[in-house]
């Protein structure tokens, strides 16, 4: 019946000069280990001409085990805590929360997980029946190229899942050792000037793959679509080229030409790019960090203390559980309220103290905004010169306004 069907597809020329793609589908079983495969045949006919084969071969168990469905509630149950979290600190933080950068890889985390749920269900656990066709009734071939298909994106996802989980471990070494938090705040730092760069590079490197698959596609496997060209040229930024097949296959040496001064552009120029925005970014989360430390603020909090704050969001609307956490930390009511609350037990010096180191930060915070990038010596000169007060619109009068204090090494002047 087999030799019929492809004698019938031969006299009616069922390939001709139109097809540009064939496609052929072997289904395997082995009871014995419990494994059916899809052997996938691909002839791809290309408009330039010739035939590019490929192939692909997915596995996956016959039957689920019983006890995968509970255990996919189970886990289904725990990201839905994890996801109540979240709910949590968004409203103990309002609009500050989209300001980390583990916010976003937290919810790309659990809508992954969400998607690659339903389709492992779908595929795996629940399989449905396959429909009856004409071809499952007379020749008894059932194509379960659904179902497979379901499998094999549930298990991509779910490998980007376990990815993202295991970098979620920095995230909370960030709040126990601060310093490690040096990375997302880099990134968060230059997300844009990223994304603007991404956008060059993008736009340069569609017009290169443009004129590679014009000149090449029809002579070199590699260039032969132009998403492959693409990813021929990404592959090409890690030394993976061969220049001499591109020379071979160009009735002259432009083509080589181009590519070099391909790789020069990228590697040289776009790559320079690259370091002179993490290197900007990374100075100013220095910074940032160097004000934190004169300051006292987050690297020199107890450990307890630390601790605390992150999982005070989470028990702030649990009146037992908040009093339990004022034990640990002694200064709460003013982080679980507004930042521009005080601590109405703090007396009238202790609060002219606190109002002043708020101001001196201020003051700090806009002398690096200005670019005076201060050591703490010249930090203590501008403060005990009350420049603060000039900043912050103090009381002082137009003659002390008009003085000029001058930093040691820096040739800026502070008016």
Known sequence: MAAGLMNDLKEGHWIDF????????????????????????????????????????????IEADSSMSSGLDFVTAYVVIFIIVEVLHFLHLRFKYFRRVWTYVDWANYIIFFISASLLSEGFIHKDPVASTTISETVGFVNRWETIKYFVEAKQLLAINATLQVLKIMKFCNVLVPRMSMLADVLMVAAMDLLFFGVTFGISLVAFADCFYVNLGSNIDTYYSFMRSIISLLRSLFGDFDIEEIDDNSPSTTNSYIFLAYLFFAVFIMLSMIFAILGEAQGQVIARQKLLM??????????????????????????????????????????????????????????????????????????????????????????????????????????????????????????
């Not at 996938?40 to 168990?61: C, D, H, K, Q, Y």
Request: aromatic share 6%; proline share 6%; glycine share 4%.
């Open 294 to 415: 004169l300051e006292g603020g987050h690297s020199k909090r107890p450990l307890a203390e630390r601790v605390a704050s992150w999982v005070r969001p989470i028990v702030a609307y649990c009146p037992f559980a908040n009093s339990a956490l004022k034990k640990v930390s002694p200064v709460q009511s003013k982080d679980l309220n507004t930042d521009d609350a005080t601590d109405s037990n703090l007396s009238p010096e202790e609060q002219m103290e606190e109002a002043r180191r708020t101001s001196q930060e201020k003051a700090y915070k806009f002398l690096l905004k200005m670019g005076y990038m201060m050591s703490e010596p010249e930090r203590h000169v501008i403060i005990k010169s009350k420049v603060v007060d000039v900043f912050l619109g103090g009381t002082r009068t137009k003659k002390k306004r008009k003085s000029k204090i001058s930093m040691p090494p820096a040739k800026k002047r502070v008016s």
């Open 18 to 61: 139109q097809t540009r793609l064939v496609d052929i589908t072997i289904q395997l079983e082995s009871a014995n280990a419990g494994l059916e495969a899809t052997v996938e045949l691909v002839f791809e006919f290309p408009s330039a001409g010739g035939v590019v084969p490929s192939f692909m071969i997915n596995t996956r168990r």
